[in-house]
């Protein structure tokens, strides 16, 4: 086989192998941040991560948020708030942190989130506030 | 603390992704036919690494800037950005093509796999705008060890 099949297959390793790490470190951190609180609140809310150096969060991310409407959005810098940064495990920008009410992590999005994933994530935790109400 | 940003023209920058993608992929490929073209690697490693340091010199962008916007052939599209993240990710991508030039004649499966890691990364940046090396500057960044 020539080497640039080798390398082909190699690349083809690697990328595979990044791949899983990231799905590991991902499910790890959500894990994590599953107990993890922060302020109570009247409505559910989201907690976005970002930072200077992330190029995303602006082109995707901001543009994603604001097609969400009239939903309380607490901007953080994950580079200056380190300490609210590793409370949630932000390893990666944008992080987007869909709170309960009740100022529990519900979700946890780590790289960027499209608008009707974090909408469906929303009504979830509206949904659990009003039957954690009703009960 | 938050840094300041300026305009970035990320037209520019996928100018930049394309040149590097299609330099490796005709070094690559080429090579199979004609192993010369092999040469395109350390020249695409120089072309970044002295671009990073020396933007005006950057070839792929200034290509953009200085012909294809002029002829109205990629339009403009700045964003409130920091140029040093991007700046970051093209200096590794020099230097992973220059490892990979040092490996390309003693050990070329493994020159070829950097420079095929390198060009698929800018691929990845170009179709998901995922850049790997501004999450590395972050990380950096965030642990202190660099500074805009």
């Known amino acids: ?135 | 603390m938050s840094t300041p940003t300026t305009v970035v023209d990320h037209s520019a920058l996928k100018v930049n992704q394309t040149g590097i993608v299609a330099t490796v992929l005709v070094a690559f490929v080429g090579s199979l036919a004609w192993r010369p073209l092999l040469v395109l690697i350390p020249l695409l490693a120089i072309v970044l690494l002295v671009g990073t340091f020396v933007p005006r010199l950057a070839l792929f962008k200034q290509f953009y800037f200085q012909v294809l916007k002029p002829r109205g052939i990629v339009k403009p599209r700045p964003v409130q950005d920091r140029p040093e993240p991007h700046n970051f990710a093209q200096g590794l991508g020099g230097v992973f093509l220059a490892v990979a030039s040092v490996f390309l004649i003693p050990v070329p499966v493994i020159g070829l796999a950097l420079a095929l890691l390198v060009a698929v990364l800018a691929f990845v940046n170009l179709a998901f705008g995922y850049c790997v090396g501004c999450q590395i500057f972050f990380q950096l960044e965030r642990r202190g060890l660099l500074r805009a």
């Open chain 1, 1 to 135: 086989m020539s080497a640039q099949l080798w390398a082909l297959a190699a690349v083809g390793l690697i990328v595979l192998a990044a791949a899983s790490l990231e799905n590991l470190r991902s499910r790890r951190a959500r894990r994590l941040v599953a107990g993890a609180t922060a302020a109570p609140a009247q409505e559910p809310y989201i907690l976005y991560f970002t930072g200077d150096s992330c190029t995303v969060c602006r082109t995707h991310q901001e543009p994603a948020l604001t097609r969400l409407g009239d939903v309380r959005i607490d901007k953080i810098d994950a580079v200056a708030d380190r300490a609210l940064a590793d409370r949630f495990h932000v390893y990666t920008l944008p992080t987007t942190v869909v709170m309960a009410s009740d100022g529990r992590a519900l979700h946890v999005n780590y790289g960027y989130a499209p608008a009707p994933k974090l909408e469906r994530q929303l009504a979830e935790a509206r949904g659990s506030a009003l039957s954690a109400a009703t009960a």
